[in-house]
Structures are given as C-alpha cells and as structure tokens.
C-alpha cells in the first residue's frame, strides 16, 4: 500500500514541540508510533537532526540519543556520507494473533470499557471538530483512507489503512494535540481491535462506516460525525469484550 498522503496536521503532530521531561524517550516513542502505523513511510529520509532539533524544540544531542533508540528498534537506519541521514525501515511484522490474544487476557472487562469511553470521547470530539473544520483536501484523504481500507488485500494493510482513517479525522480537526492523542490510542489498542475483525461481515460493516464518517464530515454534519464515529468505535470494542469474555471462558 502506498505511504498515506499525510495531511499538514498530522506531520505537525509527529514533528511538533515536545512537552516536558524524557524527550530523547518521547521523540523516539512519538516517531515509532508514527513508523508503525504507516504515517512516516518505509525508506523516507527524515529531516536532519539540526531540522528535526528546531522542529522539535530540543538539542541536537537530545534527537542524536532518540534516533539511536529508534535504530536499537530496527525502525531507523543511518546512512553516512553523501545522501546519507536516516531513513525510515518498515516496522518488523506486528505480533501475532496469540501474542495479541495474550495481552487481551491481561486486561479485565472494566479495563477495555474504560479505554472504550476515553476512545469513543477521542473520536466523536475529533469527528465533531472535523465537520467544522476540514478542508476539501482533509476530506479527500478521508476518502483515500477509506478506500484504502475498501481495497486492502492482506490483514496488515487493512489494520494500517484502519489507523490512517482514524488518524485523518483527528488531522481534519486542525488540531495537533488530537491528533497525537489518535496515534497514540491507535498503537495502543489498535492492533487489538483487529482480533475480533477478521470475518468479511465486519471487515464490510467497517467499511460502510468509514465512508459513512467521512460523508458526515465532509457534508459539514457535525453531530451525524460525532454519532457515527462513537458507534463505530462502541461497536469495535464490545467485539473486543466478547471475544475477552470468550478467552477467559465466561
């Protein structure tokens, strides 16, 4: 699948100033979510570490140690001399269903409800902003998400295709913070999320809510967005639950 043509906002949200203390940790943590979920593409020659120090709002020596930690991580490689600097390399395979299944048995239903509702307030605000706020250009990557989703062939593809929709909503808000918010929310729970997703019905019931969204969207319907977007994500999470519920033989 072809890198996602990421809007503004959402570069700004990976490239955008840090907050507060651990920033080497957090570059690295911010620029391995955006790797993992496809934003920052496979070979794609980030800024150099003087750009990325200004964008960023640290020292150099703070984006030397981050980018050490991502090529600890296999994501980031570095090249010397002329067109050197670093590059992107795409992620290692995302854990397996077993693995996957592992970590859900970990949580307790009260814990994937909670995450439900601080996810469903994340992408209903973000929907609702959105209607108010994007441009044809937002609008359109929505749609190019979309059908990207529509047209994935393999699972992988289909979970990052998934994660861009997300992640252009919050874009389409105008809003940075947002937008990390989704990033993050995404690498956390999204792979999770694809458990319980991999039957045709509900790989086509997400489809038509996808392009549902971003028709609210772009008909400027901001309570229509902020509605369908909480039911998409409800419906996604008490999927999770049952099969949750399933594994720990309830």
């Known amino acids: 699948m072809p890198a996602p043509d990421a ?11 840090l907050d507060s203390l ?6 690295t943590r911010r620029l391995a979510d955006a790797i993992a979920l496809g934003l920052l593409a496979d070979g794609e020659q980030l800024p150099s570490e003087a750009d990325l120090a200004e964008q960023l709002g640290v020292a150099i020596a703070t984006v030397r140690e981050a980018l050490g930690g991502l090529r600890g991580q296999g994501l980031v490689e570095t090249r010397r001399g002329r067109g050197g600097g670093s590059f992107v390399r795409a992620p290692a395979p995302r854990e397996t269903a077993d693995h996957l299944r592992a970590r859900l048995r970990e ?4 814990d994937l409800r909670d995450l ?3 996810y469903g307030a994340l992408a209903a605000g973000a929907a609702l902003l959105a209607a108010e706020r994007a441009s044809a250009d937002d609008v359109r990557r929505l749609e190019d998400a979309a059908r990207a989703f529509d047209t994935a062939e393999r699972p992988e593809r289909r979970h990052r295709a998934d994660g861009w929709f ?6 389409a808000a105008q809003s940075a913070r947002l937008t990390r918010e989704e990033i993050g929310m995404q690498t956390e ?9 991999a039957d045709a019905a509900t790989r086509d019931r ?5 392009h549902e969204i971003a028709g609210a969207i772009g008909a400027a319907d901001g309570e229509e967005a902020a509605r369908l977007a909480r039911r998409h994500v409800t419906e996604a999470i008490e999927r999770l639950i049952e099969l949750h519920l399933g594994l720990m033989g309830r």
């Open 166 to 171: 997300h992640v252009e909503v919050a874009a």
């Open 116 to 118: 439900g509702d601080h």
């Open 107 to 110: 949580l307790s239903a009260e």
């Open 7 to 17: 809007s503004a906002i959402t570069r700004l949200a990976v490239f955008s100033p």
């Open 206 to 210: 997400m489809a038509r809510q996808h």
């Open 189 to 197: 729970i999204g792979p999770l999320l694809w458990l319980p997703s």
């Open 22 to 27: 651990g920033r080497a940790e957090l570059i």
